[in-house]
């Protein structure tokens, strides 16, 4: 059993975790199948028309009550995919009740050749890419009915877990009893959390979970499992959490290659690496070494789960379960001090808050962008509503994204390692998140103003204008802000209050924002023209260290508003590298590998800089 040494937690009694997850056991699958045909003289419309017809009856059979299946030749993502090829699923993110299989069948080398994945909505899960060739035109359609039934991926909620043990109520189960065929002991589930997010569901896989099979009760349509897990209490509580669902993994017999990397994706050399089979009570299968490229292969093969243990120098740094669905790499970040597992779940934690802080972020760029071209349409009411529904949905996530820094604190303290939760950059994001509630409440307060007033419509749209200005300013745009209160100080003249506002808010950006001397326009120039429009982590990378000499020579010249507009690119950034990270897939091929070790690379050196301009706008004048 997976118990001494292994952080699995205990609980004295069950603990409930889906009373917010809609209960799924009577509601049917709904499977899509995108039937496509590669171009090929063998491939006639005969052919294709029998395959879509039979493929579909034989899914439809061995479902039965559990769903319906439509077989399509479309679907909306497929330019995507035809040009991106069937791997880039693992970008999506969509929730939501369906299942969909991208099947695209060609002819090479006189073989029918048979391309799927799964995309399954319910747990935002991109199953892994598989190829079967074929010899016998007449099996294509059976074979490929075979391959989805192989990777179908029953969906399960978990119910309650206790004593390491969970029980999960399976999808439809109870609209039809499972049989071996479906769900037998020792299968594996890979486990995700459903989190509510601006009013919608999303699901974010758990690490090194796995839930394995003991029991399956077919009439009751669930079943029980052993919890694997790497960090204590990985089905544990958080806030804004509806509970975990887990997807059944079709795995298979292989041998294990894993390479062990630290935060930065840089290879660990000379790490113990233990391979064990069902348990760490007993003797490990095989034992070796990581290389100069952080490596570690097993010589023997395992069934579809192993039990990994690494050490270094003697001292056990890690032990988690590693489930066997294809014979891709498996990429292992590792701290080379113990009690960095103790802090796992919170160190995960910690990012999917920061990680949810800049996306906040982000959707506030948006509403800046949306109120200043309703502002610009003199569509004055909806520019008030949509600043008041941005603004509840603000403090919606200030209130929860602060909840989670409040736990997140408690829990580090209660284990002990406050000082090593370093949770400073999220605090600095909701700082700012806070910051722009207070500018939008302004805005709104005066934009009601304006709607007060629009019975004369001059002053109204001047003072809108004004309004704008300032929303220029708040988003970094002095240029723009500058102009807007010139042409109020040229066409408001009739309008001593609001030409007096224009002159004296002119006047002050105007001073702050002169050009000390070249250097110092040639900085601002590249940080406005050059930095904030780069998009991958090559051109960050290419780029960092100059945009780190153009903020110094901002700070040299005392400039606090060049920067503003750098720390709101850098924000924007580093939530699009979060973004294109969570969407790569570095253990299936190398070209994903190495962005993801760019993306590191630029994260750590964007972190630096980020902190060291949110210190310099923070500091008094």
Same mark, same amino acid.
């Given at each position: 059993?997976?118990?001494?040494?292994?952080?699995?937690?205990?609980?004295?009694?069950?603990?409930?975790?889906?009373?917010?997850?809609?209960?799924?056991?009577?509601?049917?699958?709904?499977?899509?199948v995108?039937?496509?045909?590669?171009?090929?003289?063998?491939?006639?419309?005969?052919?294709?028309?029998?395959?879509?017809?039979?493929?579909?009856?034989?899914?439809?059979?061995?479902l039965?009550k559990?769903?319906?299946?439509?077989?399509?030749?479309?679907?909306?993502?497929?330019?995507?995919?035809?040009?991106?090829?069937?791997?880039?699923?693992?970008?999506?993110?969509?929730?939501?009740?369906?299942?969909?299989?991208?099947?695209?069948?060609?002819?090479?080398?006189?073989?029918?050749?048979?391309?799927?994945?799964?995309?399954?909505?319910?747990t935002?899960?991109?199953?892994?890419?598989r190829?079967?060739?074929?010899?016998?035109?007449?099996?294509?359609?059976?074979?490929?009915?075979?391959?989805?039934?192989?990777?179908?991926?029953?969906?399960?909620?978990?119910m309650?877990?206790?004593?390491?043990?969970?029980?999960?109520?399976?999808k %439809?189960?109870?609209?039809? +009893? !499972? @049989?071996?065929?479906? #769900?037998?002991?020792?299968?594996?589930?890979? =486990? &995700?959390?459903? *989190?509510?997010?601006?009013?919608?569901?999303?699901a974010?896989?758990?690490?090194?979970?796995?839930?394995?099979?003991?029991?399956?009760?077919?009439?009751?349509?669930t079943?029980?499992?052993?919890?694997?897990?790497?960090?204590?209490?990985?089905?544990?509580?958080?806030?804004?959490l509806l509970?975990?669902?887990?997807?059944?993994?079709?795995?298979?017999?292989?041998?294990?290659?894993?390479?062990?990397?630290?935060?930065?994706?840089r290879?660990?050399?000379?790490?113990?690496?233990?391979?064990?089979?069902?348990?760490?009570?007993?003797?490990?299968?095989?034992?070796?070494?990581?290389?100069?490229?952080?490596? %570690?292969?097993?010589?023997? +093969? !395992? @069934?579809?789960?192993? #039990?990994?243990?690494?050490?270094?120098?003697? =001292? &056990?740094?890690? *032990?988690?379960?590693?489930?066997?669905?294809?014979?891709?790499?498996?990429?292992?970040?590792?701290?080379?001090?113990?009690?960095?597992?103790?802090?796992?779940?919170?160190?995960?934690?910690?990012?999917?808050?920061?990680?949810?802080?800049?996306?906040?972020?982000?959707?506030?760029?948006?509403?800046?962008?949306?109120?200043?071209?309703?502002?610009?349409?003199?569509?004055?009411?909806?520019?008030?509503?949509?600043?008041?529904?941005?603004?509840?949905?603000?403090?919606?996530?200030?209130?929860?994204?602060?909840?989670?820094?409040?736990?997140?604190?408690?829990?580090?303290?209660?284990?002990?390692?406050?000082?090593?939760?370093?949770l400073?950059?999220?605090?600095?994001?909701?700082?700012?998140?806070?910051?722009?509630?207070?500018?939008?409440?302004?805005?709104i307060?005066?934009?009601?103003?304006?709607?007060?007033?629009?019975?004369?419509?001059?002053?109204?749209?001047?003072?809108?204008?004004l309004?704008?200005?300032?929303?220029?300013?708040?988003?970094?745009?002095?240029?723009?802000?500058?102009?807007?209160?010139e042409?109020?100080?040229?066409?408001?003249?009739?309008?001593?209050?609001i030409?007096?506002?224009?002159?004296?808010?002119?006047?002050?950006?105007?001073?702050?924002?002169?050009?000390?001397?070249?250097?110092?326009?040639?900085?601002?120039?590249?940080?406005?023209?050059t930095?904030?429009?780069?998009?991958?982590?090559?051109?960050?990378?290419?780029?960092l260290?100059?945009?780190?000499?153009?903020?110094?020579?901002?700070?040299?010249?005392?400039?606090?508003?060049?920067?503003?507009?750098?720390?709101?690119?850098?924000?924007?950034?580093?939530?699009?590298?979060?973004?294109?990270?969570?969407?790569?897939?570095?253990?299936?091929?190398?070209?994903d590998?190495?962005?993801?070790?760019?993306?590191a690379?630029?994260?750590?050196?964007?972190?630096?800089?980020?902190?060291?301009?949110?210190?310099f706008?923070?500091?008094?004048?």
């Amino acid at each position: 059993m997976w118990r001494t040494g292994c952080l699995v937690a205990l609980f004295v009694s069950p603990i409930p975790l889906c009373a917010d997850l809609a209960p799924q056991g009577k509601i049917p699958y709904n499977v899509q199948v995108v039937l496509r045909f590669e171009s090929h003289p063998v491939l006639t419309k005969l052919f294709r028309d029998r395959v879509r017809r039979e493929l579909a009856e034989h899914l439809r059979l061995a479902l039965g009550k559990w769903g319906q299946v439509d077989v399509v030749d479309n679907h909306e993502h497929w330019p995507e995919i035809r040009q991106q090829g069937l791997p880039n699923l693992g970008s999506w993110k969509t929730v939501g009740n369906f299942k969909t299989y991208f099947l695209l069948i060609g002819y090479e080398r006189d073989l029918y050749v048979i391309r799927s994945r799964q995309y399954d909505g319910l747990t935002a899960f991109a199953g892994p890419l598989r190829r079967v060739e074929i010899a016998d035109r007449l099996l294509v359609s059976r074979r490929a009915t075979l391959t989805i039934q192989r990777d179908f991926g029953l969906v399960g909620t978990v119910m309650s877990h206790a004593d390491g043990m969970a029980d999960v109520e399976l999808k %439809a189960g109870q609209l039809n +009893r !499972f @049989d071996s065929r479906w #769900l037998q002991k020792n299968d594996l589930f890979a =486990v &995700v959390q459903i *989190r509510k997010s601006e009013e919608k569901e999303t699901a974010e896989p758990v690490p090194y979970c796995l839930l394995q099979v003991e029991q399956v009760f077919p009439e009751k349509g669930t079943c029980r499992c052993r919890v694997l897990q790497r960090y204590r209490d990985s089905l544990g509580e958080a806030p804004g959490l509806l509970g975990f669902r887990c997807i059944k993994l079709g795995t298979i017999r292989n041998a294990v290659r894993l390479r062990l990397v630290d935060d930065r994706l840089r290879p660990l050399a000379g790490f113990q690496v233990l391979f064990f089979r069902s348990s760490f009570d007993v003797e490990p299968v095989e034992e070796t070494t990581t290389g100069a490229n952080g490596m %570690a292969s097993s010589t023997k +093969r !395992f @069934d579809g789960l192993v #039990l990994v243990q690494v050490k270094n120098g003697g =001292v &056990v740094l890690a *032990r988690f379960p590693l489930a066997l669905v294809d014979g891709g790499l498996h990429i292992c970040r590792i701290r080379d001090h113990p009690e960095a597992e103790q802090l796992g779940r919170l160190e995960l934690q910690k990012k999917q808050w920061i990680a949810h802080l800049y996306e906040n972020v982000l959707v506030v760029n948006g509403l800046y962008k949306e109120l200043s071209q309703l502002v610009d349409g003199q569509k004055h009411k909806e520019a008030l509503a949509r600043a008041e529904s941005g603004l509840a949905e603000l403090n919606r996530q200030i209130a929860g994204r602060t909840k989670e820094h409040e736990r997140l604190q408690a829990a580090a303290k209660q284990l002990g390692l406050s000082a090593r939760l370093d949770l400073s950059e999220g605090f600095d994001r909701l700082r700012e998140l806070q910051k722009r509630r207070t500018e939008i409440e302004g805005f709104i307060a005066n934009l009601r103003d304006v709607i007060k007033r629009e019975n004369d419509p001059k002053r109204a749209e001047w003072i809108a204008l004004l309004e704008k200005a300032r929303l220029l300013e708040a988003d970094a745009e002095y240029d723009e802000a500058l102009k807007l209160y010139e042409r109020i100080q040229r066409e408001a003249r009739e309008h001593a209050g609001i030409l007096a506002q224009a002159k004296k808010r002119w006047a002050a950006l105007a001073n702050a924002w002169n050009a000390r001397n070249e250097e110092h326009r040639s900085a601002r120039r590249f940080i406005y023209e050059t930095w904030r429009t780069l998009k991958t982590a090559a051109e960050l990378n290419q780029y960092l260290d100059q945009a780190k000499q153009m903020f110094e020579i901002c700070r040299r010249n005392d400039d606090r508003l060049t920067p503003r507009m750098l720390l709101r690119a850098n924000l924007r950034h580093a939530a699009r590298l979060q973004q294109r990270l969570q969407s790569l897939r570095p253990q299936d091929n190398q070209e994903d590998r190495q962005e993801a070790e760019q993306i590191a690379a630029a994260a750590e050196k964007l972190g630096k800089l980020t902190l060291a301009v949110t210190e310099f706008l923070k500091a008094p004048k």
